[in-house]
């Protein structure tokens, strides 16, 4: 299987026109387009460490969801880890490719991940793009029964292995239509009002976005990272559907550069 083939059950999958302007989703580093993978190695992010886990275990990709390359470099000389982290993959010939809001915004991408782990039904974008059916931010949808706060926070705390979720003062009762979006997805607070939505769920609000919503819906905040571990399923389904029999693994690094005590 060659990458470039990989490459692009990726893109069929999450075409690069769904991810947002300000994006650097796609391949990042590549071969030449006669190379053949070797082994995929899925990660929410790129470190040194990854490289050299890569390379440890015989692969040649590196997929990634948040892209190594997100700012322009003006050069290239060892000064930060990202700059080590490109002339350590080019040395060792080792491709980066990174599925970011393209992957979030796909129909059964990222979102609708989140809202399966959940348990959500009726599922619905919460912000559809019109240019693809059933693609766009957020998602919003039922619980197969109604939660106090108490219990649905645990549920989240549990689904997702969170140390510590941060949440308001809403003044409802029950949860049951539940909106959310991986990642950092604040941006959708009002989205997330004007559908009824009992509680909102994302990976970072920030301090005072949290204000004014008491009386409106739950929100909660469970950590940037752990909202988006489950990405990693969704690629390795992606690459076992067209190559079967290429090695993928997980990263066995924390990448999350977030500590709790």
Same mark, same amino acid.
């Given at each position: 299987?060659?990458?470039?083939?990989?490459?692009?059950?990726?893109?069929?999958?999450?075409?690069?026109?769904?991810?947002?302007?300000?994006?650097?989703?796609?391949?990042?580093?590549?071969?030449?387009?006669?190379?053949?993978?070797?082994?995929?190695?899925?990660?929410?992010?790129?470190?040194?460490?990854?490289?050299?886990?890569?390379?440890?275990?015989?692969?040649?990709?590196?997929?990634?969801?948040?892209?190594?390359?997100?700012?322009?470099?003006?050069?290239?000389?060892?000064?930060?880890?990202?700059?080590?982290?490109?002339?350590?993959?080019?040395?060792?010939?080792?491709?980066?490719?990174?599925?970011?809001?393209?992957?979030?915004?796909?129909?059964? %991408?990222?979102?609708?991940?989140?809202? /399966?782990?959940?348990? *959500?039904?009726? !599922? &619905?974008?919460?912000?559809?793009? =019109?240019?693809?059916?059933?693609?766009?931010?957020?998602?919003?949808?039922?619980?197969?029964?109604?939660?106090?706060?108490?219990?649905?926070?645990?549920?989240?705390?549990?689904?997702?292995?969170?140390?510590?979720?941060?949440?308001?003062?809403?003044?409802?009762?029950?949860?049951?239509?539940?909106?959310?979006?991986?990642?950092?997805?604040?941006?959708?607070?009002?989205?997330?009002?004007?559908?009824?939505?009992?509680?909102?769920?994302?990976?970072?609000? %920030?301090?005072?976005?949290?204000?004014? /919503?008491?009386?409106? *819906?739950?929100? !909660? &905040?469970?950590?940037?990272?752990? =909202?988006?571990?489950?990405?990693?399923?969704?690629?390795?389904?992606?690459?076992?559907?067209?190559?079967?029999?290429?090695?993928?693994?997980?990263?066995?690094?924390?990448?999350?550069?977030?500590?709790?005590?």
């Amino acid at each position: 299987m060659k990458i470039w083939e990989i490459v692009g059950a990726l893109e069929e999958f999450a075409p690069l026109s769904l991810q947002d302007s300000y994006d650097n989703a796609g391949l990042q580093i590549g071969l030449t387009e006669d190379a053949k993978a070797t082994g995929a190695l899925l990660c929410l992010d790129v470190t040194e460490d990854v490289i050299d886990e890569a390379i440890n275990k015989g692969c040649n990709m590196v997929i990634s969801h948040h892209p190594l390359l997100f700012r322009p470099c003006k050069s290239i000389t060892g000064a930060d880890y990202i700059e080590r982290c490109v002339i350590k993959a080019i040395k060792n010939d080792i491709a980066i490719y990174s599925a970011h809001t393209n992957l979030d915004n796909a129909k059964d %991408g990222v979102n609708y991940k989140i809202a /399966h782990k959940l348990g *959500l039904t009726n !599922i &619905e974008v919460l912000d559809p793009k =019109s240019d693809k059916d059933g693609a766009g931010a957020g998602i919003v949808g039922h619980l197969d029964k109604p939660m106090d706060k108490e219990g649905f926070i645990a549920h989240v705390k549990e689904v997702f292995d969170a140390e510590c979720i941060r949440f308001n003062s809403w003044t409802g009762e029950k949860v049951n239509r539940v909106a959310l979006c991986g990642g950092a997805g604040a941006f959708l607070i009002g989205k997330a009002i004007a559908a009824d939505a009992d509680a909102f769920l994302t990976g970072e609000i %920030g301090y005072h976005r949290f204000f004014g /919503h008491e009386n409106e *819906l739950l929100l !909660i &905040e469970l950590g940037h990272f752990e =909202s988006e571990q489950y990405t990693l399923e969704i690629l390795r389904e992606i690459i076992e559907k067209v190559a079967p029999q290429l090695p993928v693994y997980e990263t066995e690094v924390e990448t999350n550069p977030i500590n709790y005590i």
